[in-house]
């Protein structure tokens, strides 16, 4: 019986020291998704900039009481992007983005801030719809100062073809 019951105090003990060790991974983790997620709500305002020379106005601003941040994206010469949207926020560990295309689809990627906190990288986990328009592959926004960023994409072409992009925005209010 008093063997049983130190095998039992032994595991209870292992039990409550892994618990921990995971808590505190996830505590980390959480912690990196919410500095990644507090660092892109900095460039709520609105910004314009160039993708490709075609002039694109973003606003970007905080919803749902501060849990989702709404990037939309806009032309003035009636081309792409009509009216996209990337929607930003934290799911448990992860720093996650959706972006609703104006091809029809949506591309769901994760996010990594980078060491020096100035950048965030998002990968590609996959994309809901159809992709004949094509579809936003990857994404990594680099905070110049507090009134510029740099968006640096890849956007796959219907027929598989990956194309580089990148734009240089300015804080216009």
């Known amino acids: 019986m008093r063997k049983l019951a130190i095998l039992i105090i032994l ?3 292992a039990a ?6 995971n808590s505190a991974k ?3 983790a959480q912690s990196d998704a919410k500095k990644a997620f507090a660092k892109l709500k900095t460039l709520a305002g609105s910004w314009q ?10 606003t970007i601003r ?3 009481s501060g849990s989702a941040i709404v990037h939309e994206g806009n032309t003035s010469g009636g ?3 009509k009216h996209e949207i990337t929607m930003f926020y934290v799911d448990g560990d992860r720093l ?3 972006h609703y295309c104006d091809a029809g689809n949506r591309s769901n990627m994760e996010g990594k801030l ?3 906190g100035n950048a965030i990288a998002f990968s590609f986990l996959d994309v809901v719809g159809p992709t004949r328009g094509g579809y936003l592959k990857d994404m990594v926004l680099t905070m110049v100062d507090a009134d510029r960023h740099i968006v640096a994409f890849t956007f796959v072409m219907p027929d598989g073809k990956p194309i580089p992009l990148r734009g240089e925005f300015q804080r216009t209010k």
């Open 49 to 58: 900039g160039k993708v490709m020379e075609i002039p694109i106005d973003f």
């Open 16 to 21: 409550v020291v892994v618990a921990q060790d």
């Open 11 to 13: 595991i209870a003990t």
């Open 26 to 28: 996830s505590a980390s």
């Open 79 to 81: 081309g792409p992007p």
């Open 114 to 116: 980078s060491a020096d």
């Open 96 to 98: 996650r983005a959706t």
């Open 62 to 64: 905080a919803a749902s």
